[in-house]
Protein backbone atom coordinates (compact mmCIF):
# COMPACT_ATOMS: atom_id res chain seq x y z
CA UNK A 1 0.00 0.00 0.00
CA UNK A 2 1.37 3.71 -1.07
CA UNK A 3 1.68 5.61 1.49
CA UNK A 4 -0.73 8.44 0.80
CA UNK A 5 -3.44 5.72 0.79
CA UNK A 6 -3.05 5.07 4.33
CA UNK A 7 -6.22 6.78 6.62
CA UNK A 8 -4.65 9.48 8.94
CA UNK A 9 -6.31 9.61 12.02
CA UNK A 10 -7.16 12.73 13.63
CA UNK A 11 -8.69 12.50 17.40
CA UNK A 12 -9.05 16.41 18.13
CA UNK A 13 -10.29 17.36 14.45
CA UNK A 14 -13.18 17.75 13.12
CA UNK A 15 -13.18 14.64 11.33
CA UNK A 16 -11.64 11.38 12.67
CA UNK A 17 -10.28 10.25 9.61
CA UNK A 18 -8.83 11.87 6.34
CA UNK A 19 -6.77 11.18 3.40
CA UNK A 20 -4.49 13.86 2.29
CA UNK A 21 -6.01 15.95 4.28
CA UNK A 22 -9.37 15.57 3.22
CA UNK A 23 -12.54 14.25 5.43
CA UNK A 24 -13.13 10.54 3.85
CA UNK A 25 -16.71 9.16 2.35
CA UNK A 26 -18.33 6.50 3.72
CA UNK A 27 -17.54 3.91 1.36
CA UNK A 28 -13.70 4.58 1.73
CA UNK A 29 -14.20 4.09 5.40
CA UNK A 30 -16.51 1.03 4.95
CA UNK A 31 -13.94 -0.49 2.82
CA UNK A 32 -11.02 0.03 4.98
CA UNK A 33 -12.92 -1.16 7.79
CA UNK A 34 -13.01 -4.43 5.93
CA UNK A 35 -9.87 -5.17 5.68
CA UNK A 36 -9.20 -4.25 9.02
CA UNK A 37 -11.74 -7.36 9.52
CA UNK A 38 -10.75 -9.75 7.52
CA UNK A 39 -6.94 -8.93 9.20
CA UNK A 40 -8.37 -9.82 12.84
CA UNK A 41 -10.91 -12.49 11.41
CA UNK A 42 -14.30 -10.76 13.16
CA UNK A 43 -17.34 -10.55 11.34
CA UNK A 44 -17.46 -7.41 9.32
CA UNK A 45 -20.06 -4.74 9.87
CA UNK A 46 -20.52 -1.26 8.18
CA UNK A 47 -20.50 1.73 9.56
CA UNK A 48 -24.20 2.06 9.26
CA UNK A 49 -25.15 -0.93 11.38
CA UNK A 50 -22.61 0.10 13.70
CA UNK A 51 -24.60 3.10 13.90
CA UNK A 52 -28.09 1.64 13.88
CA UNK A 53 -26.53 -0.46 16.82
CA UNK A 54 -25.06 2.52 18.99
CA UNK A 55 -28.45 4.13 18.67
CA UNK A 56 -30.72 1.20 19.75
CA UNK A 57 -28.20 0.52 22.63
CA UNK A 58 -27.64 3.70 23.92
CA UNK A 59 -31.67 4.16 23.86
CA UNK A 60 -32.50 0.34 25.67
CA UNK A 61 -29.78 1.48 28.64
CA UNK A 62 -31.60 5.27 29.55
CA UNK A 63 -29.74 7.77 27.20
CA UNK A 64 -32.24 10.95 25.97
CA UNK A 65 -33.44 10.18 22.59
CA UNK A 66 -32.03 13.89 22.37
CA UNK A 67 -28.98 13.23 23.70
CA UNK A 68 -28.63 10.02 21.13
CA UNK A 69 -29.85 12.61 18.03
CA UNK A 70 -26.32 14.70 19.68
CA UNK A 71 -23.97 11.70 19.75
CA UNK A 72 -25.14 10.41 16.11
CA UNK A 73 -24.84 14.28 14.43
CA UNK A 74 -28.91 14.22 13.38
CA UNK A 75 -30.70 17.99 13.84
CA UNK A 76 -33.87 15.96 13.31
CA UNK A 77 -34.90 13.49 16.36
CA UNK A 78 -36.87 12.14 13.95
CA UNK A 79 -33.74 10.38 11.73
CA UNK A 80 -32.41 9.19 14.89
CA UNK A 81 -35.57 7.26 15.77
CA UNK A 82 -35.38 5.46 12.57
CA UNK A 83 -31.92 4.80 14.04
CA UNK A 84 -33.36 2.35 17.05
CA UNK A 85 -34.44 -1.30 16.57
CA UNK A 86 -36.10 -2.56 19.60
CA UNK A 87 -34.69 -5.65 20.64
CA UNK A 88 -37.70 -7.39 22.06
CA UNK A 89 -38.03 -11.29 21.81
CA UNK A 90 -41.38 -12.66 20.56
CA UNK A 91 -41.91 -13.75 23.97
CA UNK A 92 -41.89 -9.89 25.33
CA UNK A 93 -43.47 -8.86 22.83
CA UNK A 94 -46.47 -10.47 23.83
CA UNK A 95 -46.40 -10.29 27.21
CA UNK A 96 -46.39 -6.75 26.97
CA UNK A 97 -49.51 -6.78 24.88
CA UNK A 98 -51.00 -8.96 27.27
CA UNK A 99 -50.48 -6.55 29.71
CA UNK A 100 -51.62 -3.92 27.88
CA UNK A 101 -54.87 -4.92 26.37
CA UNK A 102 -55.49 -6.46 30.03
CA UNK A 103 -56.02 -10.05 28.30
Not at 36 to 64: M, N, W
Not at 66 to 88: A, E, V
Request: net charge neutral.
Amino acid sequence: MIAAQILEIYPDGEYLFMRWGKPIVANTFNKELWRVCEKLDIPYRSSHQIRFTTATRLFEHGVKLNQISTILGHSNIGTTLRYIRQQKTDEESFAIMTAVLDV
